[in-house]
């Protein structure tokens, strides 16, 4: 159950934090109730609105004093308007997530001066990614925000280390920075965008790009569950007092749901079981067993989950800002709250219970450990991270589209497979049910 070496359940019981306290969830000296060294001097709090930001940290060699709750991916106007009400200052948006207009639109409204406004441009290796190229993106990244000035443009998914050196990009960057159009550069990173070579991992890359010297900002995927697959990042950037700020930070998946699916999967492919192999069963005994352990361990709250979730990350004194999605108002209320807050014993240990019961149905972001092994060359880690975008994020058309446009083989190939990559997993995944599942949902098959 647990992907620790030796770490059975009955050892579980009696070494986690059901018995102990912090246990499972924690090497990390800031678990144990240790102050965070890297909290920035505040501006006045506001105690008697808990939909106020509470909490400001400066975001590395920026100097730039940015709300601990970002403002992820936001579509509607009317959201973000609320969220700047509240004090979120930091500000993401994407050539890819078309909502640069969006942002523009409520921007030229407000204080230009108290706004961190970030952009992304994904850089692909055989696509037009000279000097003139990147400025040309970037200048219409500007018009598409209204403004004079973007604080951060980063270098968006990109695959390989090498990369992180596009002697293009940084020229149009260095030109933009001398016409005052650019202040810093970032980079992201959510993993795998593997098509065709060997990939390489987030903390590749990010470590490459750290060395580098040119980038001031870094965006990367971290959780509870895959702490130690950006520690070492989140680490290095401390060190050299790169600006951090996080995504995919929320990996509680809703057990209940994914038994419904299962469920339904079984019930449309009964007539031709010759064929259905038996990745839905794993999927379906993981599920099942899960959901056992949330009953068991009363983890069946999954809001409060996600918020202590949310916490897990603001514990973290080396984490600058957390990157939220807000669809609604209700995202408001559950996000803005957390603002200054720490994770609290009880739901340390919900979490670690949570990571011990649950996270075997959990494909990490950032990963793509398994994919060399798939003789078809699909993108696991892309396509897992896809079906995130649809389930918990509400990206629904965004997560279509780009399954739609994967220049890959696609997940119903993984029907009639033997699971080359769930027996490649080392957190024993039962990613081939799940894949079939995100097609399914994916493709509206
Ligand atoms: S299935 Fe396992 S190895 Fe593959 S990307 Fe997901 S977590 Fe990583
Ligand atoms: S199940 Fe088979 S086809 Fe699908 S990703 Fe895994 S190895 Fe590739």
């Known amino acids: 159950m647990s992907n620790k070496p030796g770490m059975n359940r009955r050892n579980f019981l009696k070494n986690s934090a059901i018995g102990v306290g912090a246990g499972m969830l924690g090497s990390s000296p800031w678990l144990l109730g240790q102050q965070s060294p890297a909290s920035a001097p505040q501006p006045t709090p506001t105690p008697e609105s808990p939909l106020k930001i509470k909490e400001f940290r400066t975001l590395g060699r920026t100097g730039?004093?940015?709300?601990?709750?970002?403002?992820?991916?936001?579509?509607?106007?009317?959201?973000?308007?609320?969220?700047?009400?509240a004090g979120v200052n930091y500000i993401d948006s994407?050539?890819?997530?078309?909502?640069?207009?969006?942002?523009?639109?409520?921007?030229?409204?407000?204080?230009?001066?108290?706004?961190?406004?970030?952009?992304?441009?994904?850089?692909?290796?055989?696509?037009?990614?000279?000097?003139?190229?990147?400025?040309?993106?970037?200048?219409?990244?500007?018009?598409?925000?209204k403004t004079d000035y973007i604080d951060c443009l980063m270098m968006h998914g990109v695959e390989k280390s090498a990369?992180?050196?596009?002697?293009?990009?940084?020229?149009a960057m260095q030109l933009l920075k001398n016409e005052g159009r650019l202040r810093f550069v970032g980079i992201s990173n959510h993993g795998s965008n593997w098509f065709v070579d060997p990939v390489e991992t987030m903390e590749k890359v990010l470590t490459a790009a750290a060395l580098d010297g040119r980038f001031d900002v870094m965006l990367l995927a971290y959780n509870f569950i895959n702490e130690d697959n950006g520690d070492k990042v989140l680490?290095?950037?401390?060190?050299?007092?790169?600006?951090?700020?996080?995504?995919?930070?929320n990996p509680i998946g809703n057990i209940p749901v994914l038994k419904e699916r299962i469920a339904k999967a079984k019930a449309d492919n009964q007539e031709v079981p010759e064929y259905y192999p038996p990745m839905i069963t794993r999927l379906e005994e993981k599920a099942k067993k899960a959901a056992e352990f949330i009953k068991q361990y009363k983890l069946e709250d999954?809001?409060?989950?996600?918020?202590?979730?949310?916490?897990?990350?603001?514990?973290?004194?080396?984490?600058?800002?957390?990157?939220?999605?807000?669809?609604?108002?209700?995202?408001?209320?559950?996000?803005i709250t957390l603002s200054g807050t720490r994770l609290e014993d009880m739901d340390k240990e919900k979490l670690s219970a949570y990571k011990e019961g649950c996270s075997a149905l959990y494909c990490r972001h950032a990963c793509g450990l398994c994919e060399p092994a798939c003789p078809h060359h699909v993108p696991v880690n892309s396509i897992m991270r896809f079906n995130h975008y649809y389930e918990a994020q509400g990206k629904e058309k965004y997560a279509m589209k780009h399954y739609a446009k994967l220049p890959a083989a696609k997940a119903d190939l993984c029907a009639n497979c033997s699971g080359h990559c769930e027996k490649a997993c080392p957190y024993g995944v039962p990613v081939q049910g799940l894949l079939y599942m995100a097609h399914r949902t994916l493709s509206l098959a």
């Open 235 to 249: 680490k290095l950037c401390k060190e050299k007092n790169i600006g951090t700020t996080l995504m995919k930070t």
């Open 302 to 335: 999954y809001p409060r989950m996600r918020q202590a979730a949310i916490r897990f990350v603001l514990s973290n004194p080396n984490v600058n800002t957390v990157c939220c999605s807000f669809k609604n108002f209700d995202d408001i209320e559950s996000f």
């Open 94 to 145: 994407a050539e890819s997530y078309n909502n640069e207009t969006v942002v523009g639109d409520v921007i030229k409204k407000r204080d230009r001066k108290s706004l961190f406004i970030t952009t992304k441009m994904e850089l692909k290796e055989g696509e037009d990614i000279s000097k003139e190229a990147c400025l040309k993106r970037a200048r219409k990244s500007l018009e598409n925000l």
């Open 64 to 85: 730039f004093k940015v709300s601990d709750i970002s403002s992820g991916f936001v579509k509607d106007p009317v959201v973000l308007e609320r969220l700047l009400d």
């Open 163 to 171: 990369m992180v050196k596009s002697e293009g990009f940084h020229a």
